[in-house]
């Protein structure tokens, strides 16, 4: 396995009873990359992480960390990790402070500046009984937690749960400068936009089978949006016919509905044409994804 | 040893409390001991009108004599019994509660071994074990002199030590079962489970007859059966004990390290 590789699965496999569980998912993942691991709840993205971790052993097929087999070198691969469950709870009779300090001596030692900047950053009090904080404010401790030894690599699963958003910005801006510094960052989110924004390339998973990686670019260029137009006065309907990429045209006297693949450039140019009072873009949720990007049954587009 | 510091302190208030316990125990059992000893001839004859098997289930030794008293209703029974149960609670816990409350993820993926773990969390538990069953036995010291009530130290050390034994070794079993299972509440019932058979048959093995191979089997008769406060330590009997918690924290960090940890 090549050293530059961050994370690289070959058919791994777990399965849990009937239901749940990864079925031969096969990835990898470049060191100094950003990468998205999509999907709904249920689809297997907490179990492929935990697997990575050795936290649960694969039924099948195998994994690679930072060039370390997980089963092998798992203390040599948490030393270089940073680790943030999807659920999970914290000490809660300590201070966020204090919390930070146990789990730095675990890891040898962090320097405390990084972990008074973090904290200043995500906006996280620090001196509080982490049993009083709300469940936003617990995720940014778990958060400085993962980020503090400056890790080779970060594997977040759902980092931005509970978060506000303007925290969430902050958080993005890290995951950005991790990557600015050479770090690799592995992260879960059922949310697209959250990937869009961050990440270079993204899997989708489902159902336990890993179903496409694409390049966010790409997948922008293909995302399906619902706009909704409104001008301040009725426009007619041929202003907006036949334009590529633009389907689904509703045209209700002064609003205009419709569903826009990829560049919004030829409705905004349309739309330009006219006094434009407000415009509302819907972004597509997950399964809209996998209905017109996918095909219904999870298969490649067309 | 910085897990075992942690669970060490977070363990403290429990700690204060069972020392409040044992202390308030002693006490009791020390204020009552003039007026146990003023009717002995009576409770003698008491006693001798007892069926056999309650006898030996519930009184050892003689009653009369400080020794006989102490043996038999602190290291025989409730003293025993706080014990016993302490540790089956700290070795319960110990990372089934990290587990079921989803803190466990977090800690294991530190560069900490689960085993490492498992073994901190042991030395935490073992560290109060000792501590209660001293603080048990310095009370009786302490405070015997002041009601008459007098055993030697060296009988005293003894029964100390085998009572750590045997509550290090339900303790072992507890971690085991928690270590395996993941669950505090399976992790305590299945081990109660085994002491309260442990101790049933211990006592009727001494009565029925076809029970009486049987009575090896149980920790208790390692812990009494040479009546170390009176005769002192059978190192046999101490061994038998302490084999018996590390083949089961043994198996602890062998079944720990293997399993798939659950989350919440």
């Not at chain 1, 990359?33 to 694969?58: H, M, Q, S, Y």
């Not at chain 2, 008293?69 to 089956?88: D, N, P, R, T």
Request: charged share 20%; aromatic share 8%.
């Amino acid at each position: 396995m090549s050293a530059d590789q961050a994370i690289s699965t070959v058919e791994l496999t777990k399965s849990y009873g009937r239901s749940r569980g990864i079925v031969e998912i096969t990835m990898s993942i470049a060191a100094g990359e950003v990468f998205g691991f999509l999907g709904p709840n249920g689809a297997g993205k907490t179990t492929t992480i935990r697997t990575l971790l050795d936290f649960i052993r694969p039924n099948a097929g195998h994994a690679t960390v930072l060039g370390l087999d997980p089963q092998q070198d798992v203390v040599e691969i948490h030393r270089q990790v940073g680790y943030l469950p999807g659920e999970f709870s914290l000490y809660g009779r300590m201070s966020g402070r204090d919390y930070l300090a146990f789990f730095a001596s675990l890891r040898g030692g962090v320097d405390r500046r990084i972990v008074d900047e973090l904290a200043d950053r995500l906006q996280s009090d620090l001196d509080v009984k982490i049993a009083s904080l709300s469940h936003g404010n617990r995720q940014k401790i778990g958060l400085i937690q993962a980020f503090m030894h400056r890790p080779r690599l970060l594997i977040l699963d759902e980092p931005t749960q509970g978060l506000d958003p303007i925290v969430q910005q902050t958080f993005h801006e890290l995951v950005l400068e991790a990557r600015g510094a050479g770090q690799t960052v592995f992260l879960s989110s059922h949310v697209l936009p959250e990937v869009e924004r961050v990440c270079d390339r993204v899997g989708i998973i489902r159902e336990g089978r890993l179903i496409a990686v694409e390049d966010v670019g790409e997948l922008k260029t293909h995302a399906v949006r619902e706009v909704e137009l409104h001008f301040a006065e009725p426009v007619p309907a041929e202003a907006f016919a036949g334009l590529p990429g633009v389907r689904d045209v509703e045209i209700h006297g002064d609003v205009v509905r419709c569903t826009v693949a990829g560049s919004m450039d030829r409705l905004v140019k349309a739309a330009a044409r006219y006094e434009v009072i407000d415009v509302e873009s819907h972004e597509p949720n997950l399964e809209d994804i996998f209905l017109t990007f996918y095909g219904r049954d999870g298969a490649e587009p067309a | 040893m910085i897990v075992f510091r942690k669970t060490l302190g977070d363990q403290r208030r429990g700690l204060i409390g069972w020392t409040i316990g044992l202390v308030l125990l002693v006490l009791v059992y020390m204020a009552v001991w003039p007026s146990i000893r003023d009717s002995a001839p009576q409770m003698d004859a008491y006693i001798k009108n007892l069926p056999k098997v309650m006898r030996e289930l519930f009184i050892q030794g003689d009653y009369g004599t400080p020794v006989g008293y102490v043996s038999s209703e602190i290291f025989g029974q409730l003293g025993l019994l706080l014990i016993v149960i302490a540790g089956i609670g700290l070795g319960a816990r110990a990372t089934a509660a990290e587990e079921e409350t989803g803190t466990l993820d977090i800690l294991l993926s530190t560069p900490v071994t689960r085993r490492r773990v498992l073994l901190e969390k042991l030395a935490a538990l073992a560290v109060q074990v000792a501590a209660l069953a001293a603080i048990l036995s310095a009370s009786i010291a302490l405070l015997g002199p002041s009601v008459g009530l007098q055993v030697a130290l060296g009988g005293l050390v003894a029964v100390t030590v085998s009572l750590i034994l045997l509550g290090l070794a339900f303790g072992s079993i507890a971690l085991l079962f928690g270590a395996w299972t993941g669950r505090r509440s399976l992790a305590i019932g299945l081990t109660t489970a085994l002491a309260v058979a442990g101790f049933v048959i211990d006592g009727l093995s001494k009565v029925v007859d076809w029970l009486e191979p049987a009575r090896f089997a149980s920790p208790f008769y390692y812990y009494s059966a040479n009546d170390p406060l009176k005769n002192g330590l059978d190192p046999w009997h101490a061994l038998a004990l302490a084999g018996l918690a590390v083949v089961a924290v043994a198996l602890a960090a062998a079944v720990f390290e293997r399993r798939d940890l659950t989350t919440t």
